[in-house]
């Protein structure tokens, strides 16, 4: 599978992003999916995570209430809304593929992911 994110940028605090991540290569209504980012000098965090058939969705602590994860499986497309961005978001944010079909749930966790999208910068300024 290819997974190609968009939709980074520079915003201010309290404001508001979407990234977006393209599909292709298998049968993406089979697969959850999810988001995660890395900041210089830190671990990699998974943030978001949406089920295969999109009516399911996990949060870390730290993004909850804030980001929303969304899909469209006719577009092929995963979507992670930002809002109330803070400077502690700025990363790069990748988006990711579970390697099993049909997951009963989403997984806020890398483990379960084999596919990576290439990564949108998100900087937030204070």
């Known amino acids: 599978v290819q997974l190609q994110a968009s939709g980074g940028g520079l915003v201010q605090a309290g404001g508001s992003l979407m990234l977006s991540c393209a599909a292709s290569g298998r049968t993406f209504s089979w697969y959850g999916m999810g988001w995660s980012r890395q900041a210089p000098g830190k671990e990699r965090e998974f943030v978001a995570a949406?089920?295969?058939?999109?009516?399911?969705?996990r949060y870390a602590e730290s993004v909850k209430g804030r980001f929303t994860i969304s899909r469209d499986n006719a577009e092929n497309t995963v979507y992670l809304q930002m809002n109330n961005l803070k400077p502690e978001d700025t990363a790069v944010y990748y988006c990711a593929a579970d390697r099993i079909r049909r997951r009963s749930s989403p997984v806020v966790e890398s483990g379960p992911y084999n596919a990576w999208g290439q990564g949108t910068q998100v900087t937030v300024s204070s």
């Open positions: 949406t089920k295969w058939s999109g009516d399911s969705t």
